[in-house]
Every structure is written in structure tokens, then in C-alpha cells.
């Protein structure tokens, strides 16, 4: 059975990079990605709640990818501040 909706799906997933594009003075595109994800739901039909937590998900991921590799970077550094 064909999936009418992969269209919509499409869409709704390749709109969040393209906000933080336009959102690129602001840093990390902190509110602006997740505001932009509930503005396209709501013109693909995704209810605002919704949106709202799908944003957040990939953004918790981002979070979760993000922190570890940044206290690998400043290990050197914090390391060399504790020793001398």
C-alpha cells in the first residue's frame, strides 16, 4: 500500500535546517528552529504540541551529541589548569 503522506513527511523534515539557516545571527538558533517547526506543522496540519516536541527531540539530541564532544575538546586545557 502506497504512503500518500511521504511528501508531506519530506517536507516537514528538510524545513528545520533551512530555518536555522535564516536564524544564523542567532546563536544556536535557540527558539527560532523549534518556533519554525511549529510554524510549518501548522501549515502541513501537525498540531502546534506536536511540532513543538519533535523540535525539542531533535534538539535534546543535539544536546546529548553536543556535550561530550565539547568536554573532549577542553579536556587538555581543564587538565592543564588543574596541574598547575
Do not use: C, K, N, Y
Not at 56 to 83: C, D, N
Amino acid at each position: 500500500m502506497a504512503d500518500h503522506h511521504g511528501g508531506v513527511r519530506a517536507r516537514a523534515r528538510t524545513s528545520p535546517p533551512a530555518i536555522r539557516t535564516g536564524a544564523f545571527a542567532i546563536p544556536g538558533g535557540l527558539g527560532v528552529q523549534e518556533g519554525g517547526s511549529v510554524l510549518v506543522g501548522a501549515v502541513l496540519g501537525i498540531p502546534a504540541p506536536v511540532a513543538l516536541a519533535l523540535a525539542l527531540a531533535r534538539r535534546v539530541r543535539e544536546f546529548l551529541l553536543g556535550v561530550p564532544g565539547l568536554l573532549a575538546w577542553q579536556a587538555p586545557t581543564l587538565e592543564g589548569a588543574l596541574r598547575a
